[in-house]
């Protein structure tokens, strides 16, 4: 019975989005230094996720939304830019964005779930655990000893607690892992790393070779359900640090409003939208300005089920997830980047070069393309102070000064776009929001 209804339900579907084609129109006339994408479209849960996720993988920057999903209809405007601030002129993003978002979605791909990627070239590992310094180390050094490539990785922590989606091939066949006994080990052994922190918080491994959510989202996902939301202790975090996240109820419309202000970093919008998606909420109304370096976001949202908030612990709920996805993505310590000749043990190699010189890797990007590895890594010292020039000189001459960049000066942080989350990381300043003159407090 379940299935039938699926069935119908998804029949359904398919028949209004033929009816009702999406149409995305692309405008880079009106804007005087940003790239209007004007998205219309059959209103769904879930759809501001899928188009905010196709322009952030696209690694465009959303500086203004103007988001109205009242109704059947769903009607978005974006401004964009590329990542140095200009325009999108590129013929091929523009054709992408077209068939993504366009008519042409529906036709190809009618049950597409937001961030859904199939895949079977290479085995998954979702890993979730306590967060220490050479983590990562560890873990990369159990898949080398195992004989597992490292295609890509990413790394997220926050407030104690670590997550990583990693795909990797079996070195023998270049493809995905089939062996059960070897996978079976290699769940076991990776549960041992990470459960060796903290035997208080329970560490999982899942491995996998079936269809993966998008990786991002997926990392969200794990942390959420991992509860970092929860802090450890007040005495560790300092107030004017955290993101300003706000909830009021605006009675007379039957919404909740969500405010944030924060330092506007990329990625930011997609982090935020794609919590309240997960949590069950869905925006009808969304205005969004990152066009300075704060960030200012405002969300008109019900629960799927029609409710606005409920409560003071409900809305403390929502505040707690949403400073905490903001908070996951955000970038300490020295910046480097490597770029050399992919193999198996590379990572494990890099990652104990920096454990010997006493770095802490805070955050990495680890991915492959082409047989060049192309990684990106955040490193601080162990205890967590800036690292010195003399140490920077001694990784550079184990690892190659050629193959091996530095970004940023030592004495300093350097806030970039890099997908993982420090091991020991701080927050960033926030002020309170503006004021909302139709909108009554809380109660």
Avoid at 76 to 95: H, M, P, R, S, Y
Avoid at 196 to 225: C, P, S, W, Y
Wanted: proline fraction near 3%.
């Amino acid at each position: 019975m379940n299935f039938c209804s699926h069935y119908m339900d998804d029949e359904y579907e398919k028949l209004f989005r033929r009816l009702n084609p999406p149409r995305v129109v692309i405008d880079n006339e009106s804007g005087k230094s940003a790239t209007v994408i004007r998205v219309d479209s059959a209103n769904k849960h879930g759809i501001l996720l899928e188009v905010v996720q196709i322009l952030t993988d696209l690694n465009l920057i959303i500086t203004k939304a103007y988001i109205s999903s009242d109704g059947g209809w769903f009607m978005d405007v974006f401004n964009v830019t590329d990542q140095d601030g200009n325009k999108v002129t590129d013929e091929a993003i523009l054709e992408y964005i077209e068939k993504s978002l366009g008519p042409e979605s529906c036709v190809s791909s009618p049950m597409r779930s937001v961030g859904v990627k199939q895949t079977v070239d290479h085995t998954t590992i979702e890993l979730m655990g306590s967060d220490r310094p050479g983590l990562l180390s560890e873990v990369s050094a159990v898949l080398t000893n195992l004989k597992c490539n490292i295609v890509s990785t990413e790394v997220w922590t926050h407030n104690t607690r670590a997550a990583a989606v990693m795909h990797v091939t079996d070195d023998e066949t270049g493809s995905s892992i089939t062996d059960l006994k070897k996978l079976s080990l290699i769940k076991e052994l990776l549960c041992n790393v990470l459960g060796g922190g903290n035997r208080k918080r329970v560490a999982k491994t899942i491995v996998t070779d079936e269809v993966t959510t998008h990786t991002d989202r997926r990392l969200h996902q794990m942390m959420f359900d991992d509860r970092d939301y929860e802090r450890v202790s007040d005495d560790e975090f300092d107030e004017k640090q955290r993101p300003n996240v706000n909830v009021v109820n605006w009675s007379d419309k039957d919404y909740s409003v969500v405010t944030i202000q924060c330092k506007d970093r990329p990625k930011l919008l997609f982090d935020t939208v794609c919590t309240l998606t997960d949590m069950q909420y869905v925006v009808f109304h969304a205005n969004v300005n990152a066009e300075g370096p704060e960030a200012y976001q405002e969300y008109y949202i019900r629960h799927i089920d029609g409710s606005p908030v409920k409560s003071d612990a409900e809305r403390q709920r929502v505040i707690q997830c949403l400073e905490a996805a903001i908070e996951r993505r955000v970038s300490e310590g020295l910046k480097l980047e490597l770029c050399t000749t992919d193999r198996i043990g590379l990572l494990s190699d890099v990652t104990r070069i920096f454990r010997e010189n006493s770095l802490t890797v805070t955050r990495a990007e680890v991915t492959t393309k082409g047989g060049k590895a192309v990684n990106t890594f955040y490193v601080r010292g162990a205890s967590g102070c800036t690292v010195d020039s003399k140490t920077i000189e001694s990784i550079r001459q184990a690892i190659g000064n050629t193959i091996l960049k530095v970004k940023g000066a030592p004495e300093e942080s350097v806030p970039q776009d890099s997908p993982t989350r420090s091991l020991f990381g701080g927050l960033f300043k926030s002020r309170s929001f503006v004021n909302f003159g139709l909108v009554k407090s809380y109660s």
